[in-house]
């Protein structure tokens, strides 16, 4: 594959695919895999907004970078431009699957796919506590590692 691009996609765009994208440019700057890498929301309501504070910290405490990231919604276009979108639930897997067209359909994933956690979803942190956030990462983390080899896998 050319430079794969990959997009993260939650809900708001100010959690957990912001989270994703810290955590993925540092595997993939670590692993010196050239990969594209956003992230987007299924909803427009934080549009322009920083990264949860919430996240930011708990993520740059392990040591990510949210530089340079504003929330968007998912556009049109995502789904030529991008290679893999990867879903951190199955409500947004299925909000993506409704927009997609039928080419594009087999890029949308559960980015939980890659990992090798029992569960298939990254749960919404934006209600619950400080613990929530760290699963989140944990989650990611290990998603984020299974989605590494898969790019190194591919010709
Ligand atoms: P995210 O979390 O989808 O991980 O960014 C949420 C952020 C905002 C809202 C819900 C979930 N909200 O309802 O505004």
Known sequence: MSKPKVLFVC?????????????????ARLAGLDVEIDSAGTGGWHRGELPDERAREAGTRRGYSFAGQTARPVEQDDFEIFDFILAMDRRNRAELLSKAPENARHKVKLFLEY?????????????????????VLDL????????????????
């Open 140 to 155: 990611i983390e290990d998603a984020g590692d299974g989605l590494i080899r898969t790019l190194q896998q591919s010709p």
């Open 115 to 135: 990992g090798t956690s029992s569960e298939a979803e990254v749960p919404d942190p934006y209600y619950g506590g400080a613990r929530g956030f760290e699963h």
């Open 11 to 27: 809900l708001g765009n100010i959690c957990r695919s912001p989270t994703a994208e810290a955590v993925f440019r540092h595997k």
